[in-house]
C-alpha cells in the first residue's frame, strides 16, 4: 500500500499531526510578533521626545535602561517559558505572550514618568520573551528533520514581514494620525491603542489556528526546574554552546537596528534638519525599511543554506558576515545619507544571517523531549545578550558616538565567530552521534 503523501507548505515538509493551517498559523505569528517587537522600541525615540520630554543628550542611555531592564525580566522568564511550554504545550505560552506585549503597548504612551516606562517595558518584554522562544521551538516542532532549515528561512521571511510593516506603517501612525487634526499626544495614545487592539484579535485567531498538541508525553511528567536544568546543560555539547553563543548575538542584533538606528536618525533628522518628532520617526522607519527588506529577501537564501552545508560552518559565515555589517557604521557620518543606505542593506543581510542560523543547529543538537527547554535556554542567551549590548551600547551612544552601540555588536559577533571556528570540527549532529554510540561494542 502506498504511503500517503507529504503534506508540505511552501516546500517544508509538515511533521506528523501538523495540518496546512496549523503551519500558515505559525507563519501569521512570525509576521505579527516580530511586527509587535520591532514596533515598540522604534517608536521608543518619539515617546521620549513627544509624552516625556526627555532632552536628546539622555536618550541614548534611557534607551538603553528601558532595553536593560526588559531583558533582565526575559533572562528570568525565559527558560522557564519552554519548560511551561513542553509540560501544558506551545499554544498557551503563544497566547499569554500576546496579552502581555498588547498590555505593555496599550499603556505605554500614557506613562507619566521614566520609572513607568521602564516598568511597562518589562511587562512587554515578558510577552516579548514568550513569542521568541515559542517561535524558535513552534518553527521546528512543525516540521520534518530534513526541512528545519527551510523551516527557519521561511519564518525568517515572514518575519521579515513584520519587521517591515512595523518600520513602514506602524510607526508612521503617529504623524498620520496627527496629519488628521489630533494633537501630538493625542495621536500617539490613538496609535498605541489600535496597535495593542491588532494583537489582542491575533492573539485570539492564534489560539483556534494553532496545534493544540503537546510535543512529548515524558515532559509533561518532568518537574519544571529538571526541565530547565537540562536546557543549560545541553551546553557541554560544542554545537549547542555555539548556537547559544550565537543567540546571545544575533538577538542583539535586531534590537540595535529597530532601537538605536531609530534613535540616530531621529536624533540628527530634529537636530540637524529641524524635522518634528512624527516626521523624524517616519524618516526612520524609512531607512530601517530598507535594512528589513533586506533581511526578508536573504531569509530564504540562509534557510535554503542551512539544509546544504554544515550547519556550523554557515553559523560562523552568519557572524563573520553581521559584523562586518555593524562595524561598518564608524564609517556614517550622514545618517540621512546614501552610505546610511548602504549600511542598513549589509545590516540586514547580517541580521537575518544570524537569526535563522542558530536555529537550526540548536536543534539538530537536542532530543525533541527537551526542545522547549533548550530553545527557551537558547532565547534567554539572547536576551543577555540584547541586555548588555543595550545597556553598554546606550552608553557609549551618549558619551562617545552613535555608532557605538553597532560597534559593540560588531566586536562581539566577531567572537562568536572565533569560538566557532574553534569548535566547529567537534560538533556531531545528535542523529549521526546516536549511530555513533549504537554501532560501539559493549561493555
Known sequence: MAAPPTRRVLGAQLADGITKGNMWALLSMATVSTAVISFLPSAQPHILTTILGVPESSQGTTVGVLGFAAELAMILSLAWYGALADRFGRRLIVTAGMLLCAAGTALFPFAGNTAVLIALRVVFGLGVAALNAMLSTIAIDYVRTRSRGKSYG?????????????????????????????????????????????????????????????????????????????????????????????????????????????????????????????????????????????????????????????????????????????????LVEDPLGGGMMLVAVLIGVGEIAGITTAGPLLAQQVPAEVRGAAFGVHTLCGAAGIMIISALGGVLYDTWRPAGPFVVAGVAGLLVAALGLVVRRRVVPRAEADLAREAMPAG
Open 154 to 330: 521561511l519564518t525568517g521571511v515572514f518575519s521579515g514581514v513584520g519587521a517591515v510593516i512595523a518600520v513602514l506603517v506602524l510607526v508612521k501612525l503617529p504623524r498620520t494620525l496627527e496629519g488628521s487634526g489630533l494633537s501630538p499626544v493625542a495621536a500617539t495614545r490613538l496609535a498605541f491603542l489600535l496597535v495593542a487592539a491588532g494583537i489582542l484579535l491575533v492573539a485570539g485567531l492564534l489560539w483556534l489556528t494553532l496545534s493544540s498538541v503537546k510535543v512529548s508525553e515524558t515532559a509533561e511528567r518532568t518537574p519544571l526546574p529538571r526541565l530547565v536544568r537540562e536546557g543549560v546543560a545541553l551546553a557541554r555539547d560544542p554545537g549547542v554552546a555555539l548556537s547559544y553563543a550565537a543567540s546571545f548575538v544575533a538577538r542583539a542584533d535586531l534590537a540595535i537596528v529597530v532601537s538605536f538606528m531609530t534613535l540616530w536618525i531621529s536624533d540628527y533628522a530634529t537636530s540637524e534638519r529641524g524635522m518634528t518628532s512624527a516626521e523624524a520617526l517616519a524618516k526612520a522607519g524609512a531607512v530601517v525599511g530598507v535594512s528589513q527588506t533586506v533581511a526578508l529577501l536573504c531569509a530564504p537564501v540562509f534557510g535554503w543554506l542551512g539544509d546544504r552545508m554544515p550547519r556550523q560552518n554557515l553559523v560562523v559565515l552568519a557572524q563573520a558576515l553581521a559584523a562586518v555589517a555593524y562595524l561598518s557604521t564608524l
